[in-house]
């Protein structure tokens, strides 16, 4: 494996690498050992924004409120058990896309160091496992000493322990009041931790004959206990639901600052244009209205049909956003629109003002920037067994676990293909980007800094990490503590290696980071659906450190069981802050 960074005023430095060693029992250990360096050019200034628009044309409606549950008199569900259901992973068309393979990373051999500053493994436990959909998605928040996990398609409740709370999992169709005949997929968990809620949210999509439609559904705690009560509440986000061009929502990311809930999805037609992609969107709504089960009207805004200076934008996610940021970032690549591979662009999005929900509403604004470079054309991965040469769906480009904003830092992470020097081979991206916002203006009244609009971002530092051989990395996710200590959750996996979960830690004080293997978390049979995890998880939680000055950082990823299934591990590190 190598790893590459590049800083802002700091030369780009290789990161020692853990070499993975199978043993006959299928486990895993880990070597550390000096690799090759492959050093990105550092940044000696922001580069300029290419193109920038701004937007306040929000539809505003109306959310249905479900009332209030108590988690204790919903049964205890069992997950969809229909015919084994693959969910798929929608792209929007691309025309003229020039397949150049991501060049290979050049540079002097280096002898690389491994940082002694990584967190401490807390332990690892089993979370929720296959239920007849494919693939596993990941939905992980924690606070309040609780964590709660959601999958395709169910929800369980554990203590930091990792001890099942009684009566949790629970499906999302009951814990909404649903039918079970009700399609739910995709799901995203947030924990608020300025006032203790969590949040969860499911889509579905209703395609039965005459009744074209596509909700997502939310729930928020009452408090940070999730075993009580929950809020619920229906948001409608498909368009044009009475006609031939009728096109529902997919692929929702969730984001939520001190002010807003937001959400976002791509749109496909259910018939129409042969299924194709229609729009993007994105929608917020006040966030103490959803905390306090308000039963007054609750209304939301939303931009419909995304565009860019390159035509439509796909896939725009919201951020995880600690503290009181003045406007909320969003951040999406250019799978629609780069007609060269590999691609630069990328769309950094702010929404201000999302409480207001009459005209003018809400204010949407874009720059378009060049950032680190990523691949429209993620080889296949390989896993060990009869056809194991490209049988894992290593996905796409899009940003697709959740961002995370703090202290004017964004961090997110894709997947991307790195040309190792023998092959091109599935990689994982992270980037660090500033946003730089005006002062507001008069589009939402005389209140300075209520409509501010994004002037600029640029990538302050990035990285990649990659493997040497047939080794593939996929399906990666990050979080960030407030001293901007790093974790990475992502999948490797080779012609000799069963997908396993590794971490990728990083200091904010060094320039080095550390590769730890899950435990418990290496596949145990070949895995035959093709499509691997789509997102994986990681949480910050600050709440159950047993000292001042610490971090603790949940991750949630995929693994193939020994019959064949999906399952998932829930694993910790602790940060302490109070070591240099």
Known sequence: ???????ARVKAIGIAAVALLTLASALFIGARGALAGHPQA???A?????SAGSRDDSVTLTAQHLSAVDAAQVAQGTPYSGPAHNVNRRLPARSNVKHNSAPAPT????????SPNAPTPLGTFQGQAQTNLVPSDMGLAAGGGYIVQAVNASIAVYNTNGALQSGWPKTPQSLFGLSSSEFMYDPRVLFDSISGHFF??????NDTAG????????????TANPTGTWYRYAFSVGENLTNANAAFADFPIAGIDAQGFYFSGNRFYFT???GGFADSFVASTGLAALEKNLTTQINYTIFNNLTTATGKAFSVAPATSFGYPRAEPLISTDLAGCTTDPCTTYYVWAISYPTNTTAPGP???????TGPAYSLNIPLADQPGTGGAGSIDSGDARVASLPSFRANSLYFTIGTAINNGTQTVAAVEWANLAIVLDTGNAACGAVPNRCVDITSAYAKEYGSVWYNGSTHAFDPSVAITSDGDMVMAYSVSSLTTRPVTIIFARRSTSNLGDTQIVPGSQSLAFWSFGRWGDYSAVALDSTTCSSAGCFRLWDSAMYVRSNGTWGTTISSELYNVLIP
């Open 272 to 274: 129409a244009n042969g």
């Open 363 to 369: 204010r949407l604004s874009w720059v378009q920037i």
């Open 42 to 44: 550092a940044k000696a």
């Open 200 to 205: 969860v949210l499911f889509d579905d999509d």
């Open 1 to 7: 494996m190598s790893f590459t960074l590049s800083r």
């Open 46 to 50: 922001p580069p300029p924004v290419l």
């Open 107 to 114: 540079g002097p051999a280096t002898s690389l160091n491994v």
């Open 211 to 222: 009744h074209l439609s596509s909700t997502y559904y939310l729930a928020v705690s009452a």
